[in-house]
């Protein structure tokens, strides 16, 4: 008999599932469900009905007698079936035996940031990423297992098979998977380059599975605001301490009096700033051809100089492929963004906005208001025909009297910035895969990753100092090209016999890095304002240009064998061999090999039953490998030429003083130079409990670095210097932990945890023996602040370790009289500084270690929760056992303002206190001290977000697949004890000697945002 | 992809042994040299002169504090000076990378031609003057005559100082015959070396080593050339006008020609303007400078000492020329606000000074000065002959050296003789050179550093030489003088 048989597919979220097949089992009849999911079929009344969807799990259903079966298809959560990228390939997660870390769109669906690199903050154990600051646009730096290099530790970029200089062109929105590969025997296919780790980046495609399109778009608005942090001294304050310590030209009374509270330049600069996102994607495909078209634009705005401090971000991809023959797939993965930057100077304790915020005294009023008297330093100043910089109601910016050099006034310093970067980007590759026998694939692609940047900058006229200053129109331009190329050709064979599996590749890669620029200045032009800041409207005598270009090859081969025996002992090998054009004939070829071997002790016959209804997955994997990595290496670096940079001299001739031109060599030659190696050994586990709703990862790692390339340091007596040595090895160890639990999707309330944490040691193992300390970044005029050295951590900071304050001067003299030392002369409320070379002076050879930038461990936890339409997203992270040197305060400008801690915790009479010193603003036994070194632990709630989602029979009547509204708070809360801007202030990654020194960064904002995801 | 393909070039760079063959490459080559001989500010602050001038009783420190250039501080007030002290280093460094470019020219240019013969001369008379800094400041050091290779990089020896200073006694004696007179050099090209300047560096080695009839044939060799002379008042020396004038034997030459901006000003580089004139300015902010005055604000290193300010005799026209005081700038009109600056003095040095017309037009005046520093100049010669014969026992040809230098500042003759004769050449070089570098070199090696230098920290047996600068104490096995 039989039945018409009606019904509803939907799915965990109740949304309709459009194109489910419905069959009946054992015949080849069967149907698919419409837009609304539904279907209707004719089926005998004891059959059996099948559904079965992509990425769903297959649901049988008897009819027995039924005249209507909905179902609710679950997603194959299998996710041990789930493939993961690899390089050159895929590989089921399951039979994976290194340590790979995935990223996948849907954890970013729900991401309120702009950037993919910055949205894998947190997710990953192992991946730490560091913003370089909390300006708009600027770069993050990304470590995977910590720093293994002292200069560029930033990993390899594989956007769908291209390497790529970064990931900041690419908008969330765009990515498909993201796979970290952190051990070497991963990593090793990239060879010479992957010894900071691969991040390989998937872009979403059109579905070819079933005839489908879709058009995605999704909209967010945020407001930034930067919360209540660091207050600094106020008027009264100020005054006081430095009064206290000694300075002699101090505000008058009256002058105090008038400031009130004085100035808080901190809310003079900062505001609440805009930031809005939009992304649009349609897709689609059908049997033989798929196409997806992303377009995307973000823009945000600077807390600190609105305007000027601006990035916008257009992206546009386009991503298709096409059967052409059975036998032939082509396809392009094409991405083309453009990216204008206005930017303000920061993270220098010299020139920039944010550290004259911080330095200005709060005195000195933001402006003065029209009709004021002027103070008589400004009336002077004016008179002499000074350029004083007024507002725009005409009313001239407040000009400290106390605090000059090289600050300003932050607003003012804001206005007569008129800087702008505009960036074309292009990426992407064509490829075709040619299946030549069953089983055997071959693959060829081209790829490029070009860019193309222009700054163009020039400079009003400005005074606010002596130093700080601009007495002739002045700019330049700047025109940077990156074109680099790759051309890549591999087979990949798969062929399984019994229960043998057998996969090889084998291929080559050819990449070209081509590079030049052209930089000119000018000055004089003939009128100030942007439309004259041109060369051409400066003399020719004026106009001076730059240029320089170079080229870097790469050509590889590689090969990789992976065997397993029914998917419970695994095996893989791999080899790369790369030729760099980087380093000196002869030297150029390196062989990169890793092995690794996985073991799924729970699919073995003996695994006790018992413990598999607890623990139903069980895996053991080891691997060892090793990676280079050439970053550090420039083109030409070994050589030693002959060059005329930066050699002249000026001549004797009053009448024509011109400059003649000399030429050495640049540097000393180090043909030996070779690649940085890294050596990583790594053992790990994985644990499925209760068919894997609990999911338990763990790895241990010892990294080491070897060959480390440093900045050469020679004695002075040899006469040049040595750019880069290969000059010690760093190790890093570690363990990594991710736990995730889901609960019963079956239920209305659902919500999965996940965490994941990285415990971390780092220290130099070996130094070159050419080599003793190496000096690392300094901080103002003269003092160095981080070092290099043996079995210490990477760029330790370094300066006078100190043991309290000096009470009294009974102490005092015992101390020098303890310790036998001559001309050392401290104060009540100094602090006690440390003899620790034990010689008689207390002088800058008593610098050690005092403090260590690099973090003991990192953690992230996600919490998820939905409840029918409603879902909450929690998602913080942090870290712990790193130090931060507060580097803003300079002991040069003594008159400069400092934070209101160093008033309110100072010490002020013997038994005080014997933590925080007395009044002192230049001391370098103070500002050259562990006191200047805090706790950089913090822990921040990245993300705090709300969301609904439309019940599917409401929007089914608009056309709406589905609908999704959201708020978010971004960066709220943050619990810290440091007591500067922000605790992730001062990661440069352009300098990893520099990270950890809070030079006055700008801070990273808090944001609320609210947006909304459409899907038709 | 083959061997072609990563076979690139090293743009810009031409391989070191397609280098030194021709007379085009030799003044490329000399250039190199005088470029790096000239460099006081080098990668950062590193001045020679101020490394000479610091540890001396002319002048304190200053700038804003003790954390102002750490290392200049260190040299002034000597209790805390250590081989850590950075700024000593960058002088070093900058002594020895001209060696190293010297060297290259010596051992690689083929004196073929009279051009190149001349040329491997300057060269040695570079390294030369070169080691006498060095062996003067430090003692016992490395004498490098070739490329050092990299298994030697740590294996640094210093040699004894009779041996410096026979080499430097060597490659002055050889470049001598081969450099012509300075006034055979045309106008642009005077900040060569030259013949009168090479004898009188010889004859300084001498005097240093106390060979004094042979010191004293070498400074009248310079004297009966008859190619220098005094300018009528040290204000004009050390006038622009004054650049490479009459007076100049030996000069390192500064320019304004990059026109400098606060923009583009080469922090971490090798500037071709005078920044450490800017440093050596009356500190900003406090100083107000007299309506007539052209002394423009700066830095406010380099304060004068009241001892320096009262050595000079009444009527001493060189005072106004090398000194100011608080009192003459608030009589001129001007005034100095904040008198609680760091080392505080009260006096101010004009001899080396932040003046209007030495800086400019075009760029940042703070910037730009062009101001040379006068390494050799006739009056140190005439002072350093007078030594010479005194000791030899001329005392007469010693008077009249003495008193040419006297006369010429408005000051009459003297005729001491004895040892108040020496001590007349002692107070002449003091009031004549101030500020110039020589006082605490003199003071050491006349044995009166211990007396006169101990209110300044001076510990003798300590402070007679510098400590070997830490980096080449660690990667290059030097041993270390006395700290």
């Known amino acids: ?1016 | 992809c083959g061997k072609s393909f990563l076979e690139q070039d090293v743009p810009g760079k031409l391989p070191v042994d397609e280098y030194y063959k021709t007379d085009a490459d030799a003044q490329l080559a000399i250039t190199a040299v005088y470029d790096m001989n000239s460099a006081d500010y080098f990668t950062a602050w590193g001045s020679r002169l101020l490394i000479k001038t610091m540890p001396s009783d002319e002048s304190a420190a200053g700038g804003s504090g003790p954390g102002d250039q750490p290392g200049y501080q260190a040299l002034d007030k000597l209790a805390q000076l250590d081989p850590t002290n950075g700024n000593m280093e960058i002088a070093w460094r900058t002594m020895y990378f001209t060696i190293y470019r010297a060297n290259l020219v010596i051992n690689n240019v083929k004196p073929e031609t009279d051009l190149r013969k001349r040329i491997v001369a300057e060269a040695k008379a570079l390294r030369a003057y070169n080691y006498l800094d060095l062996v003067s400041l430090w003692g016992d050091v490395p004498l490098i005559l070739t490329e050092v290779k990299p298994e030697d990089y740590k294996k640094g020896v210093r040699a004894p100082k009779a041996e410096v200073y026979a080499q430097i006694e060597k490659d002055l004696t050889e470049a001598i015959p081969d450099l012509p007179l300075k006034s055979a050099y045309a106008v642009a090209e005077r900040y060569r070396v030259s013949k009168g300047a090479a004898q009188a560096l010889l004859g300084k080695a001498l005097l240093y080593q106390e060979k004094w009839a042979a010191a004293a044939t070498q400074f009248e060799n310079v004297i009966t050339s008859k190619v220098y002379g005094l300018e009528s008042s040290i204000g004009a020396t050390f006038s622009t006008y004054g650049e490479f004038g009459k007076e100049s034997i030996f000069e390192t030459s500064f320019s304004n020609a990059e026109k400098y901006t606060w923009g583009n000003f080469p922090w971490g580089n090798q500037p071709e303007s005078n920044i450490h004139v800017q440093l050596m300015g009356p500190r900003e902010g406090s100083y107000v400078k007299a309506p007539t005055d052209s002394l423009n604000n700066g830095w406010g290193f380099n304060l004068p000492t009241k001892k320096m300010y009262d050595a000079f005799e009444a009527g001493d026209e060189r005072k106004k020329y090398s000194v100011m005081s608080l009192a003459e700038l608030k009589a001129a009109g001007g005034d100095f606000t904040n008198q609680a600056t760091w080392d505080y003095t009260g006096y101010w040095q004009r001899k080396y000074g932040t003046f209007e017309k030495a800086t400019g037009p075009g760029g940042d005046s703070p910037l730009n000065y062009t101001t040379n520093w006068r390494l050799i100049r006739y009056a140190d010669v005439l002072l350093m002959a007078a030594e010479a014969y005194y000791r030899a026992g001329n005392e007469g040809k010693a008077q009249g050296y003495l008193n040419d230098v006297r006369n010429r500042s408005e000051l009459g003759s003297i005729t001491p003789t004895g040892n108040a004769l020496f001590l007349a050449i002692v107070h002449e070089r003091q009031v004549e050179l101030a500020f110039e570098g020589f006082r605490y070199i003199d003071l050491v090696r006349w044995g009166m550093a211990k007396t006169e230098l101990a209110p300044y920290g001076y510990v003798d047996g300590k402070h007679n030489v510098l400590p070997i600068p830490i980096t080449d104490v660690r990667t290059g096995g030097l041993t270390q003088n006395n700290y």
């Open chain 1, 1 to 1016: 008999q039989e039945l018409v048989v009606k019904g509803k597919v939907i799915d965990a979220q109740s949304l309709p599932l459009t194109g489910v097949t419905v069959s009946i089992k054992g015949s080849s009849k069967g149907t698919s469900t419409d837009v609304d999911g539904n279907y209707s079929i004719s089926v005998p009344s004891n059959g059996t009905l099948v559904f079965n969807f992509i990425g769903y799990k297959p649901v049988e259903r008897a009819v027995a007698g039924k005249t209507s079966i909905s179902v609710q298809l679950q997603e194959d959560v299998a996710a041990l079936e789930e493939v993961v990228v690899v390089g050159y390939g895929t590989q089921k997660k399951g039979l994976v035996t290194g340590a790979i870390s995935q990223v996948k769109a849907e954890d970013l669906k729900t991401t309120s940031i702009s950037r993919i690199d910055q949205a894998l903050q947190g997710r990953t154990a192992g991946v730490t990423v560091l913003p370089q600051s909390g300006s708009p646009g600027s770069p993050v730096s990304i470590r995977i297992r910590g720093a293994g290099s002292n200069q560029n530790s930033q990993p390899l970029y594989i956007i769908d098979g291209m390497r790529a200089g970064g990931i900041e062109y690419l908008d969330p929105s765009e990515i498909e998977s993201t796979e970290i590969l952190k051990d070497a025997a991963s990593a090793a296919i990239y060879g010479a380059e992957g010894a900071n780790g691969v991040v390989l980046i998937t872009t979403k495609s059109g579905s070819k599975k079933k005839e489908t399109s879709s058009i995605d778009y999704s909209f967010q608005i945020g407001q930034q605001s930067i919360g209540n942090i660091m207050p600094l001294m106020n008027a009264q304050q100020y005054t006081q301490y430095l009064k206290e310590s000694g300075y002699g030209d101090l505000p008058t009374d009256a002058e105090v009096k008038a400031a009130g509270e004085g100035t808080n330049w901190k809310d003079a600069l900062f505001q609440n700033a805009p930031q809005q996102r939009h992304a649009l994607t349609l897709s689609g495909g059908s049997e033989k051809s798929s196409y997806l078209v992303g377009l995307s634009y973000f823009n945000q705005k600077g807390v600190a100089g609105g305007d000027k401090a601006d990035f916008k971000r257009y992206t546009v991809r386009l991503n298709t492929d096409n059967k052409v023959k059975d036998w032939l797939n082509i396809g392009e993965r094409l991405s083309y963004s453009n990216f204008a930057t206005t930017g303000l100077a920061e993270n220098s304790e010299f020139r920039s906005v944010i550290s004259s915020a911080l330095a200005l005294d709060p005195i000195t009023p933001v402006t003065y208001p029209s009709g004021s008297t002027l103070p008589a330093h400004v009336t002077t100043a004016l008179a002499s025909g000074l350029p004083l910089v007024k507002d725009k109601n005409g009313n001239y910016y407040g000009m400290s009297r106390f605090v000059q050099g090289e600050y300003g006034n932050p607003l003012g310093l804001i206005d007569v910035t008129e800087t702008s970067t505009i960036q074309n980007k292009i990426v992407g590759n064509v490829y075709a895969d040619i299946d030549i026998v069953k089983g055997l694939k071959f693959t060829t692609r081209f790829g490029v990753d070009a860019a193309f940047v222009k700054t163009h900058n020039w400079s009003p006229l400005f005074y606010f100092t002596d130093v700080n200053r601009n007495s002739t129109l002045s700019g330049g331009d700047t025109q940077n090209n990156w074109f680099n190329w790759q051309w890549e050709n591999f087979a990949t064979y798969q062929k399984a016999f019994g229960s043998h599996s057998l996969t090889a590749m084998a291929g080559m890669s050819a990449y070209k890095a081509n590079f030049n620029n052209m930089a000119s200045s000018y000055a004089e032009f003939f009128r100030q304002g942007e439309k004259y800041a041109y060369p051409d409207f400066s003399p020719d005598t004026q106009d001076k240009i730059a240029g320089q270009y170079n080229t870097s090859t790469l050509a590889s081969y590689f090969g990789r064998v992976g065997y397993d025996y029914k998917g419970k002992y695994l095996l893989n090998g791999s080899i790369r061999a790369d030729g760099s054009s980087r380093l000196a004939p002869g030297h150029q070829w390196g062989y990169f090999p890793a092995v690794s071997g996985g073991w799924v002790m729970s699919s073995e016959d003996f695994f006790p039953e018992s413990v598999a209804k607890v623990m139903n997955y069980t895996k053991l994997r080891a691997s060892w490998g090793q990676n280079g990595s050439l970053a550090n290496i420039g083109v030409g670096t070994w050589a030693a030429g002959i060059s005329t940079a930066g050699i002249q001299i000026p001549n004797s001739d009053p009448a024509n003083p011109a400059n003649i031109i000399g030429a050495a060599p640049s540097n000393l030659p180090n043909p030996l130079l070779t690649w940085e190696t890294s050596e990583q050994l790594d053992i790990g586990a994985e644990f499925g409990f209760l068919n894997n709703s609990i999911f338990l990862e763990v790895d241990w790692y010892k990294k080491t670095t070897k060959d480390l390339l440093t900045p050469g340091v020679v004695p002075d007596y040899v006469g040049n210097v040595l750019t880069v040595v290969n000059g010690g090895d760093v190790e890093n160890n570690g363990w990594e932990f991710g736990l995730t639990y889901k609960s019963n999707t079956t239920k209305a309330f659902k919500y999965s945890v996940s965490g994941n944490l990285s415990l971390m040691k780092n220290k130099v193992t070996y130094m070159n023996p050419f080599l003793n300390t190496i000096n690392g970044a300094g901080i103002g005029t003269g003092y160095t602040a981080t070092m290099f050295s043996l079995n210490k951590p990477l760029w330790y900071f370094n300066g006078y370790k100190t043991a309290g304050i000096f009470q009294n001067q009974a102490q005092i003299d015992k101390y020098i009289a303890d310790n036998k030392l001559t001309g050392y002369a401290p104060k009540p409320g100094d602090p006690i500084i440390v003899n620790s070379n034990g010689d008689t002076q207390i002088s800058s050879g008593d610098h050690t270690m005092i403090g260590d930038p690099n973090p003991d461990f990192t953690y992230g936890l996600t919490l998820n929760m939905s409840y029918k339409g409603f879902d909450f997203l929690c998602f913080l992270q942090g870290q712990g056992g790193n130090d931060v040197m507060m580097g803003f305060n300079r002991t040069d400008r003594p008159s400069a303002n400092k934070p209101e801690f160093f008033f309110k915790d100072r010490w002020t009479g013997d038994g005080s206190t014997n933590t925080w010193f007395a009044s002192n603003t230049n001391n370098d036994f103070i500002y050259q001290s562990d006191l200047m070194v805090f706790k950089g632990d913090f822990m921040r709630i990245r993300q705090l977000q709300l969301g609904y989602t439309f019940p599917s029979k409401m929007m089914n009547t608009v056309k709406v697949k589905s609908l999704r509204l959201y708020c978010s708070l971004d960066n709220y809360f943050t619990f810290t004890n440091y007591k500067g801007f922000d605790p992730e202030g001062g990661s440069n990654a352009n300098a990893a000697n520099s990270v950890g020194i809070d030079r006055g960064v700008y801070p990273t904002p808090r944001m609320i945002t609210g947006g909304l995801a459409v899907t038709f």
